[in-house]
């Protein structure tokens, strides 16, 4: 009978996360919160900043407003449930809510994959086509890339998280997790899983390598169209061009490398959480740091709205 049972039957799944190192669970606790409430500040500062100051409303802020409110949302699909789940003995999600957790959580990654090559290509026409830079990247353009980004996101976890409610669990409800995601759940079956894991290799491998080959050419491109400045300045523009989103690119790419492109059976189970603790919650908190500090934009933008918001003294 057992054979038979889909986890809806349970209507709820057991969280493990951190369970096995129970003296972790507070500190593990104040990290996650420190991290998460820079995650909210930082991002809501970006968002608010680039809507109110017009400087600002330019495409590379359009997308950055966009990666902005992605990591919030991101963060938001998981950090909560895990903090309640490290303050108390409760570690309980229901069905609903993992199967819900595990769609936003694919479908904003897979969003994020695909806003990183938008905003590599945004870079790259202003860098290396810059005398066409504002028809290339005009707002009609620049909008529709953003609803390419979130659609193709929303789509690919549609089909993962389908193939997911399928899976025979048998009765199983303990997920060796901190979050519901697809490797997590997979393990769960008394079934052959090698399909799911396949669709998973395959479509991973489109939203990651796909991606991460494309923002590497189009960095490539800027380099040599910057290196063939006959400037002395000319190193410093290309850090200043690439390095953030570079950065940026390193901190989210690697560890989605290390856990997504291979069998959820062939990783360890502990450095996975880990590793996805890491691109969950310290790489969001991160982002807004990467983009805003030494950014003169963003320096004046803050400066102006000061000065709006200071009283004329007659």
Not at 53 to 62: N, V, W
Not at 129 to 145: A, D, S
Not at 207 to 215: A, D, E, Q
């Amino acid at each position: 009978m057992m054979k038979g049972k889909n986890a809806s039957s349970e209507s709820y799944f057991i969280l493990l996360g951190f369970s096995h190192w129970p003296h972790l669970e507070v500190v593990l606790f104040v990290l996650i919160l420190m991290f998460y409430l820079t995650t909210l500040i930082g991002n809501l500062f970006i968002i608010v900043l680039s809507y109110l100051d017009a400087h600002l409303h330019t495409p590379m802020y359009f997308f950055l407003s966009n990666l902005s409110f992605l990591d919030l949302c991101y963060t938001t699909s998981s950090i909560p449930q895990l903090l309640v789940n490290l303050w108390g003995p409760e570690k309980t999600i229901s069905y609903a809510g993992c199967m819900t957790q595990l769609y936003f959580a694919l479908a904003l990654g897979t969003t994020e994959c695909v806003l990183l090559v938008v905003m590599s290509y945004d870079r790259y026409a202003a860098v290396c086509r810059p005398l066409h830079y504002t028809v290339l990247m005009n707002p009609r353009f620049c909008h529709l890339l953003a609803v390419v980004s979130w659609v193709s996101g929303f789509t690919n976890s549609a089909l993962h998280s389908s193939f997911i409610s399928w899976v025979p669990l048998c009765g199983h409800h303990q997920v060796d997790h901190f979050f519901c995601e697809v490797p997590a759940l997979l393990r769960l079956s008394c079934v052959d899983t090698r399909a799911n894991e396949l669709t998973l290799l395959i479509t991973s491998s489109i939203f990651v390598f796909i991606p991460l080959i494309l923002i590497l050419s189009s960095y490539v491109a800027i380099a040599r169209t910057v290196l063939r400045l006959q400037s002395s300045t000319r190193l410093q523009r290309l850090f200043g061009t690439c390095g953030a989103h570079l950065m940026v690119v390193s901190l989210f790419f690697i560890p989605i490398l290390c856990i997504y492109l291979q069998p959820p059976s062939g990783s360890s189970q502990e450095q996975g959480k880990f590793i996805a603790l890491f691109y969950t919650v310290v790489t969001p908190s991160l982002n807004p740091l990467i983009y805003t500090l030494r950014n003169k934009d963003v320096r004046g933008a803050v400066r102006r709205l000061v000065g709006q918001k200071r009283p004329v003294h007659s």
